[in-house]
């Protein structure tokens, strides 16, 4: 399952499949592009290869829940935080090398029921600073279209300078939050319900997230923890370590009261324009654990 558009020219559909069939694989190659993706996972298959970015993967993943084929990613993207907390860190290469051998594990699913539908989560959700910032982040890419494509590295310093100047002056907004039947309503920058460690352009928000511990951690930033989170901000700008200062709480179910404030889903806004929702209504989100099988590479030799 390949994003075309995803990776560079070192990384395309000729040279990936050259990979998998000099390890001795038998592929079968589907863009995710096409529309016959979706029917291309009905088909009998040992294993899912995933070869994009964080979105793709959380596309293709969305539809292997609760199905017993196990996934693997080949990462492509930006900040890969999704394919980094699946235990993807290698090259393409290198992790095609090591696919035979691999070992299975398994990993929690969120799920979040709204009065629009209802959708998968692998990364997490959230409002406030994260969710508008994602909004603003898509707006810039279609505004520079036909800029040149930057590298990772530049990608991510403008989307973290991006998110330091929106903190800035970004004003903290009520929000009604149930965290496992307990009131947690507050003035919030940001709140964040994250599956894995870090979201954005890298950001560690959930240093302690495990992913097939059966909940979720929530993490959230008020009006005076706005100094905290423009220092840890800018260590992140700086390429400094820096643990998320502020602490987190685990959760298996939350419930929000949405008023119309935007939604960030993983990477996506949620719901879309196209579901044209009420204006208020309530969401759910639950963790399904261990929905999703993950196949990891087996461990590199040790010399």
Request: hydrophobic fraction near 40%.
């Amino acid at each position: 399952m390949h994003n075309p558009k995803a990776g560079d020219a070192k990384h395309g559909r000729k040279q990936l499949m050259a990979a998998l069939a000099g390890a001795g694989h038998d592929a079968v190659y589907q863009s995710t592009k096409e529309r016959g993706f979706k029917e291309a996972l009905k088909q009998p298959t040992e294993l899912i290869l995933v070869a994009g970015g964080d979105g793709t993967t959380a596309k293709v993943a969305c539809w292997l829940v609760d199905g017993g084929i196990p996934l693997s990613v080949l990462p492509l993207g930006t900040a890969n935080n999704l394919a980094r907390a699946l235990g993807f860190v290698a090259s393409p290469e290198e992790i095609i090398a090591r696919l035979d051998g691999g070992k299975k594990r398994t990993f929690d699913v969120g799920l979040a029921y709204g009065p629009w539908g209802k959708r998968y989560l692998f990364e997490g959700a959230g409002g406030g600073l994260l969710a508008d910032y994602v909004r603003a982040a898509r707006e810039a890419r279609k505004r520079n279209k036909k800029v040149e494509k930057p590298s990772k590295e530049q990608e991510m310093a403008r989307h973290s300078v991006l998110l330091r100047q929106m903190l800035h002056d970004y004003s903290a907004r009520q929000w009604k939050i149930d965290i496992d039947g307990e009131d947690i309503s507050d003035r919030y920058i940001l709140w964040e319900a994250m599956n894995i460690r870090s979201i954005g352009p890298a950001l560690y928000l959930a240093p302690r997230a495990a992913t097939k511990d059966g909940e979720f951690d929530f993490v959230c930033a008020r009006e005076a923890d706005r100094s905290v989170l423009m220092e840890h901000f800018d260590a992140r700008l700086a390429r400094k370590k820096s643990r998320f200062p502020l602490p987190t709480r685990r959760f298996r179910q939350l419930r929000i009261a949405w008023k119309g404030s935007t939604l960030h889903f993983d990477d996506e806004l949620w719901p879309t324009k196209k579901q044209r929702p009420r204006d208020h209504g309530e969401i759910e989100i639950i963790v399904r654990p261990s929905a999703l099988i993950i196949l990891q590479p087996a461990a590199s030799a040790s010399i």
